[in-house]
């Protein structure tokens, strides 16, 4: 087609190019041309057929982007923040300038270095006493307890610490994608690779659906208690890389997961050894592990794409909700003995654990590795990793917004509750507190505060003890290796470094007095 259009140039002083006087010959020529590319066209498409289901997938594409299109006008795009801008939004709310820096492991000549010095480190604390209500009643009696101090303490760790669930979080709809038969350790098993999606019709430019798999002993006759851990997704757990120390059979990155020395069956092995099943949920499909997707996520979804406020919910809480929602489908499954579940977790997942077992009764049992600042740790402690570093922009979306004030203008000293406290909302279930040793060859070194959470687990003892169980019996930090297990309260430190591995054995021994298939 050669059709030229009417063209003004200042040497022709805005007058028509001769060129483009009208010719019809040369439009009858063009409509010409355009009826033989039509007919062309037409026999191409009766010669070739469309593929089956084509028709209808062109059609149902077409309403997918009609409803895209109308979801985007119906609905404001979720904010799109970096995770140092919304940590600077959330300062705003709060009407903070300034934090303090967090704990600096990597130069000890650093104003901020991380201090490792037992004299310098508040080393007698003053603790919030669990069972001294808030109008300083002391709590006598376990009734006490559960109807006044108990929900005082939730409430407290809800506006400070963790955050509230929102009241409109909608609910899950659990799907079984998949399902195979294999073995593991040569016990024969069935895996149940589930999705858990989260209805989002109140905001559709969020999706949320929860990865978790289940496997359980195929032989089993009857519903078999389950250990859910926070992990990675795929079968089988955990599959990359790992700098555990040597000898460690591991099944993850930084010895996640894992064995024993000495090449010894894998923690879902020794499980599956006792007649139980195991279960792995991901995290990072609930809410991402990061600033920057805290408009995305459960937490986002919620908030239909907008920032937090102060009080909302951070990652920690929003993790512990997941495996909540797990349990939820555990009680449909008749493969699952549901009051027997325990939960378990590694370094933040480890944080997660905790929070999940204080917060829902329903757990059975915990397993807490290497929880450090933020889990069992005392945040009124100054040795290792400090509030200071959970209120920055790296860790901050782990906490509800107003944990920030604590990290400038408040202090560690000014919260009304710390991590001896959230040990106690977990009693009087059977919770065992794990670590790797704070020196020596691979250990996991001094950063998560070892002794600082021993010195948590005995000062939430008292409830322990007014629930009539055991705590960890001694106020003594015990040696690497020794297994405080003679009551429901239970610590033990291995020699490895950071993962709960090595603890598998003890762990199991100790749970099984409390879980019976």
């Given at each position: 087609?050669?059709?030229q259009?009417t063209i003004e140039?200042?040497?022709?002083?805005?007058r028509?190019?001769?060129?483009s006087?009208?010719?019809p010959?040369?439009?009858?020529?063009t409509l010409?041309?355009?009826c033989?590319l039509?007919i062309?066209?037409a026999?191409?498409?009766?010669?070739v057929?469309?593929?089956?289901?084509?028709?209808q997938a062109?059609?149902?594409?077409?309403?997918?982007?009609?409803?895209?299109?109308s979801?985007?006008?119906?609905?404001?795009?979720?904010?799109?923040?970096?995770a140092?801008?919304?940590?600077r939004?959330?300062?705003?709310?709060?009407?903070?300038q300034?934090?303090?820096p967090g704990?600096n492991?990597?130069?000890?000549?650093?104003?901020?270095?991380?201090?490792y010095d037992?004299?310098k480190?508040?080393?007698?604390p003053?603790?919030?006493d669990?069972?001294?209500l808030?109008n300083?009643?002391?709590?006598t009696?376990?009734e006490?307890?559960?109807q006044?101090?108990?929900?005082?303490?939730?409430e407290?760790?809800d506006?400070?610490v963790?955050?509230?669930?929102?009241?409109n979080?909608p609910?899950v709809?659990?799907?079984?994608v998949?399902t195979?038969?294999?073995?593991n350790g040569?016990i024969?098993?069935?895996t149940?690779e589930l999705?858990?999606?989260v209805d989002?019709s109140s905001?559709p430019?969020?999706n949320v659906?929860i990865?978790?798999?289940?496997?359980?002993?195929?032989?089993a006759?009857?519903?078999v208690?389950?250990i859910?851990?926070?992990g990675?997704?795929g079968f089988?757990?955990?599959?990359?890389?790992?700098?555990?120390?040597?000898?460690t059979n591991?099944?993850?990155?930084?010895?996640?997961?894992?064995?024993?020395?000495?090449?010894?069956p894998s923690w879902?092995?020794?499980v599956?050894?006792?007649?139980?099943?195991?279960?792995?949920i991901?995290p990072?499909?609930?809410?991402?592990?990061n600033g920057?997707?805290?408009?995305r996520?459960?937490i986002?979804?919620?908030n239909?794409?907008?920032p937090?406020?102060?009080?909302?919910w951070?990652?920690?809480?929003?993790?512990?909700?997941?495996?909540s929602r797990?349990?939820?489908?555990f009680?449909?499954?008749?493969?699952v003995?549901?009051k027997?579940?325990g939960?378990e977790?590694?370094s933040r997942y480890?944080?997660a654990a905790?929070?999940?077992?204080?917060?829902d009764q329903?757990?059975?049992?915990?397993?807490?590795?290497s929880?450090?600042?933020g889990?069992?740790k005392?945040?009124?402690r100054?040795?290792?990793?400090?509030?200071?570093?959970?209120?920055?922009?790296?860790e901050?979306?782990?906490?509800?917004?107003n944990?920030?004030?604590?990290?400038?203008p408040l202090n560690?000293?000014?919260?009304?509750?710390?991590?001896?406290?959230?040990?106690?909302?977990?009693?009087p279930r059977?919770t065992?507190?794990?670590y790797?040793?704070?020196e020596?060859?691979g250990?996991?070194?001094?950063?998560v505060?070892?002794r600082?959470?021993?010195m948590?687990?005995?000062a939430?003892?008292?409830?322990?003890r007014?629930?009539?169980?055991?705590?960890l019996g001694?106020?003594?930090f015990?040696d690497?290796?020794?297994?405080l297990?003679?009551g429901?309260?239970a610590?033990?430190?291995?020699?490895?470094?950071h993962t709960?591995g090595?603890n598998?054995p003890?762990f199991l021994e100790?749970?099984?007095?409390?879980?019976?298939?």
């Open positions: 087609m050669n059709m259009s140039t200042p040497q022709s002083g805005g028509p190019d001769p060129r006087a009208f010719d010959f040369r439009v009858l020529r010409c041309n355009v033989s039509l062309g066209l026999l191409l498409l009766a010669i057929p469309f593929p089956a289901g084509a028709a062109t059609a149902a594409a077409g309403e997918s982007a009609e409803s895209a299109l979801d985007t006008n119906r609905f404001p795009q979720p904010v799109t923040f970096t140092q801008q919304d940590h939004h959330m300062m705003e709310q709060l009407g903070i300034t934090l303090r704990a492991p990597n130069n000890p000549n650093a104003p901020n270095a991380v201090n037992e004299a480190a508040n080393p007698y003053n603790l919030p669990p069972l001294v808030n300083g009643q002391r709590v009696t376990p006490m307890w559960w006044l101090r108990r929900p005082e303490i939730v407290l760790f506006r400070e963790y955050g509230r669930v929102p009241s979080v609910p709809n659990w799907e079984v998949r195979t038969t294999s073995t040569e024969p098993v069935i149940k999705r858990g999606h989002n905001y430019l969020i659906d990865q978790l798999t289940l496997t359980t002993p195929a032989n006759t009857r519903p208690p389950v859910m851990e926070f990675f997704g089988g757990g955990f599959r990359r890389g790992t700098n555990a120390p040597a000898g591991t099944l993850g990155r930084r010895g996640f997961g894992g064995g024993f020395g000495g090449g010894g879902q092995q020794q599956l050894a006792k007649g139980w099943g195991y279960a792995i991901v990072s499909s609930i809410q991402a592990d920057a997707g805290l408009t996520g459960i986002g979804l919620c239909k794409g907008q937090r406020k102060p009080e909302d951070g990652a920690l809480r929003a993790w512990a909700w997941g495996a797990a349990l939820d489908y009680e449909t499954d008749p493969h003995d549901a027997q579940v939960i977790g590694l480890g944080k905790l929070v999940a077992m204080a917060y329903r757990f059975a049992v915990g397993f807490i590795g929880s450090g600042e889990g069992a005392l945040h009124r100054v040795f290792g990793e400090l509030v200071e570093n959970l209120t920055g922009s790296g901050y979306h782990w906490m509800a917004g944990f920030l004030k604590y990290g400038g560690a000293g000014d919260l009304p509750v710390d991590a001896h406290m959230l040990i106690a909302l977990c009693a059977p065992f507190i794990s790797g040793a704070a020596g060859p250990a996991e070194g001094k950063w505060d070892q600082g959470s021993f948590a687990a005995v939430a003892g008292p409830v322990y007014l629930l009539g169980k055991k705590d001694t106020t003594e015990p690497v290796e020794t297994a297990i003679e429901e309260l610590w033990r430190q291995h020699s490895g470094g709960t090595p598998w003890t100790w749970a099984g007095r409390y879980i019976k298939p």
